[in-house]
């Protein structure tokens, strides 16, 4: 099989490394990739939301399946742009079409679809332009802390957990009357704050079966203790060690299968990945959100444990054969650190050359998520750059290991959290 992966980022270079692993992949192309996916396929210099180009590229070079790495591509309709030419409508796209993308692209829709499915999630009130005086008011008597979402994509910044009334009706009006996130926060919904801890996992379906991949928790924050700014991600650990078989059994049967159940209800065509945000409340899983794609920095955790050829699952995918695949997973554990540009998640400057990156072992992973090649060097071109991801018997070795590596590898204003899984450990 000719794969065309979409991304740039640590996520698709893990997907890379394992497509490239499966005696299926007879030539994998990524667009446009960074500095470490030529180790695995051949980087093309196509945007990813860039469709005419892609359709161009698929036809040229006979492409027989099309992943998707990101949201953007996915929340713009490339499942429907293929099914709606002729000449594309036989190559697989793995993704929801454009409408079951809005899970991911809008969080009223998301909440609406959890509501009509009875799936556990947060009370919440939405409001747009129209109703603005009414949700100051809502605000004014809504117990705090209260969640505060942009409901379009905004670049993982579309939420505020506000501590006083007068945080969070400041942050409604941003959204709502100073456009703060564009078109993404023309609607809001406001929501009740969950006391727990989070936890993300995967599905694989293909809008009526389902596989259930590793589960992963990632960590957010820039700062050590889970304190600072919000990021895409500094890292993460899989298996959870608070999801027991009881409560994963929970999940399925409260969260996943309802999900898969209601797109098939629905007739919402969804052929690839979706990912559950989930909090535990007291034993009970409870929707943050959904995405319609693998994590990042989760996907460099969940990919390593993954015994399954991908492509064999995603060929099932595409010809509905996926009921019949059962989930190998790797018993040890997977840990990944983020190594990312000094100033992120502010601004921060590119171009700082890296050195010291290692070769891959059988328990180890250097992956690229923003990088590029100038000339001989490696360089950092984003503000998440490199992330290491170890396999070890247990958690505590695994994250040693990774800490490690993350301290050889050097770039001028390098930093990464030393404290990845601390409260495991």
Request: hydrophobic share 45%.
């Amino acid at each position: 099989m000719k794969i065309l992966l979409l991304g740039s980022g640590g996520r698709e270079h893990a997907l890379a490394w394992k497509m490239a692993q499966s005696p299926l992949c007879t030539q994998l192309f990524i667009a446009p990739g960074n500095a470490g996916t030529p180790q695995y396929g051949q980087n093309v210099d196509i945007a990813v939301a860039d469709f005419p180009a892609i359709r161009a590229f698929c036809l040229e070079h006979a492409i027989d399946m099309v992943v998707p790495g990101p949201e953007e591509p996915l929340v713009k309709g490339i499942y429907d742009f293929f099914l709606q030419d002729e000449q594309l409508q036989h190559i697989p796209v793995m993704g929801p079409s454009q409408y079951g993308a809005q899970l991911e692209g809008s969080k009223a829709f998301a909440k609406q679809f959890m509501g009509r499915h009875h799936i556990p999630t947060a009370s919440y009130r939405e409001f747009t332009e129209a109703t603005f005086e009414e949700g100051m008011a809502y605000l004014a008597q809504h117990p705090l802390p209260v969640v505060i979402k942009a409901d379009g994509l905004a670049a993982g910044k579309g939420v505020v957990i506000a501590a006083t009334t007068a945080e969070a009706q400041d942050a409604f009006q941003q959204m709502i009357r100073d456009a703060k996130f564009g078109d993404a926060g023309k609607k809001v919904v406001i929501e009740q704050f969950l006391t727990g801890i989070e936890m993300s996992v995967f599905a694989l379906t293909d809008g009526k079966s389902y596989v259930i991949l590793p589960s992963a928790k990632d960590y957010k924050r820039i700062g050590e203790g889970d304190t600072g700014l919000n990021t895409g991600g500094m890292g993460a650990v899989s298996p959870v060690p608070f999801a027991d078989a009881t409560f994963m059994e929970k999940v399925e049967q409260q969260v996943v299968k309802p999900t898969i159940d209601g797109l098939s209800k629905e007739n919402i065509a969804y052929n690839g990945f979706v990912f559950f945000g989930l909090i535990k409340v007291g034993d009970e899983p409870f929707v943050i959100e959904y995405n319609c794609r693998m994590g990042d920095p989760e996907t460099e955790v969940v990919m390593p444990r993954l015994q399954n050829d991908l492509l064999e699952l995603f060929k099932a995918v595409a010809n509905g054969t996926l009921a019949q695949q059962a989930i190998q997973a790797d018993p040890r554990t997977a840990a990944t650190v983020m190594l990312v540009a000094g100033g992120y998640p502010g601004d921060y400057e590119k171009g700082k050359v890296i050195t010291g990156i290692p070769a891959a072992t059988a328990t180890q992973l250097v992956l690229h998520a923003g990088t590029k090649q100038v000339g001989a060097d490696v360089v950092t071109n984003g503000g998440r750059v490199l992330t290491v991801t170890t396999l070890a018997p247990d958690l505590a070795s695994a994250l040693a290991a990774s800490k490690a590596t993350a301290a050889q590898i050097q770039f001028e204003g390098k930093y990464f959290r030393k404290d990845i899984g601390f409260e495991f450990v």
